[in-house]
Structures are given as structure tokens and as C-alpha cells.
T-cell receptor, first 116, second 111 residues
Framework: DTAVSQTPKYLVTQMGNDKSIKCEQN?????MYWYKQDSKKFLKIMFS???????INETVPNRFSPKSPDKAHLNLHINSLELGDSAVYFC???????????????FGPGTRLTVT | TQLLEQSPQFLSIQEGENLTVYCNSS?????LQWYRQEPGEGPVLLVT?????EVKKLKRLTFQFGDARKDSSLHITAAQPGDTGLYLC???????????FGTGTLLAVQP
């Protein structure tokens, strides 16, 4: 069984289009994340949700809008795609410890977005 | 910007050699994690270190957290081709324990 799954695996689209990436985790975790990995393999957090509530919102253009319909899902919608949005986007999940802090993060396989 | 610098950036070695990867920052972290990422996949956690000076071993991999909790190292003994991948350190900070990822070390072990 896949712990953290993302769809699609590859996404090729033109500038100006709107697209969504879906993420689901079956680990029972209460926190989910979106990361962006650029061409230099640098991984940077974009958003984090805990129990469907947004807790981390980095300096990300407002063209990016995350949505968490429930604890097991965190989707990412991107409006008016730009060339610079081309990257690999990773979803991840973790469980908050009872005393604070997180356990390890489990990552999905990534979605390679190419904007032409 | 809290930056975790890893060195070296790239490393190509022969099977059986030893190597050390460093992860340095000017910031203090509550914990530090090491991940390995293979092509086309997401990062996979190798270890979490929490206490300053802590040393953890995972088979041929030895991880150390600096005394001041600002840096860490990963030492691999007798590297094997299966160790090939991108190694990422990640430090946790703040109330949300946000992970700040390092700049990455791409390791290639030649048979």
C-alpha cells in the first residue's frame, strides 16, 4: 500500500493555464505539507496543514492555493502558471508528537511540473 | 534566511571507500534529520538526532549532531553502489517544527 500518493506523476502544461495536484496519505497523520524542489535539488517548504488548518504559509505567490478537504488529503491548485513554476512538487505527511514536535515526514513520489 | 549548507555538493567515489558529508548552519535546531532521495522518488528518512553531541549508527552509516545543535555529519564506511543518492539534512525550528532542508550532497558510488 502506498503511504503518501500524488497525482499526477508528470504534468506538462502551457503558461497561463490553471492546474491542480492531488495528495493523499493513508498513514493516519494529522499534518501534511507541500514542498517545491528546484532544478538544483533544493527542497523548500511551501505550506503545512494540521488537522485541515493552515499552520505554515511560506512566501509563496498567491497563485498557489492549497486545500485540505480532510486530514488525509491536501491538494495544490496553481493559477496562471509561469515558466518559473517548473519544478518537482512533493507532498509529505507527519504526526505531531504529544509533547510537541513532529515525527519523521513521509514524502510522496513527487509531481514533475513542466510549464512551456 | 536560515540556511543549512552541505558539503561536499557532489561526491563520486569507488566502492569500499569511506566518506563524510557535513551539514552546517549558524542557527540552532531542536532536531536534525537526514534523508536520502533516489531519482524519481521522494526523500526517505534515515535518522533523527535530537540531543547535542548525539551519535547514531545505522549499519555502515554514522550520524552525529554537533554539541551546539548547529551542525551535523554523516559518515559512511565502506560505501556500496546502493548508497548512491542525494543526501539531505533538515533542521527543525520554531513552534511548528518547520523543516529547513540543506543544500544537498549528491553521492555516486562506482562499483
Amino acid at each position: 500500500d502506498t503511504a503518501v500518493s500524488q497525482t499526477p506523476k508528470y504534468l506538462v502544461t502551457q503558461m497561463g493555464n490553471d492546474k491542480s495536484i492531488k495528495c493523499e496519505q493513508n498513514l493516519g497523520h494529522d499534518t501534511m505539507y507541500w514542498y517545491k524542489q528546484d532544478s538544483k535539488k533544493f527542497l523548500k517548504i511551501m505550506f503545512s496543514y494540521n488537522n485541515k488548518e493552515l499552520i505554515i504559509n511560506e512566501t509563496v505567490p498567491n497563485r498557489f492555493s492549497p486545500k485540505s478537504p480532510d486530514k488525509a488529503h491536501l491538494n495544490l491548485h496553481i493559477n496562471s502558471l509561469e515558466l518559473g513554476d517548473s519544478a518537482v512538487y512533493f507532498c509529505a505527511s507527519s504526526q505531531v508528537r504529544s509533547g510537541g514536535g513532529n515525527y519523521e515526514q513521509y514524502f510522496g513520489p513527487g509531481t514533475r511540473l513542466t510549464v512551456t | 534566511t536560515q540556511l543549512l549548507e552541505q558539503s561536499p555538493q557532489f561526491l563520486s567515489i569507488q566502492e569500499g571507500e569511506n566518506l563524510t558529508v557535513y551539514c552546517n548552519s549558524s542557527s540552532v535546531f531542536s532536531s536534525l534529520q537526514w534523508y536520502r532521495q533516489e531519482p524519481g522518488e521522494g526523500p526517505v528518512l534515515l535518522v533523527t538526532v535530537v540531543t547535542g553531541g548525539e551519535v547514531k549508527k545505522l549499519k555502515r552509516l554514522t550520524f552525529q549532531f554537533g554539541d551546539a545543535r548547529k551542525d551535523s555529519s554523516l559518515h559512511i564506511t565502506a560505501a556500496q553502489p546502493g548508497d548512491t543518492g542525494l543526501y539531505l539534512c533538515a533542521g527543525a525550528r520554531g513552534a511548528t517544527n518547520k523543516l529547513i532542508f540543506g543544500t544537498g550532497t549528491l553521492l555516486a558510488v562506482q562499483p
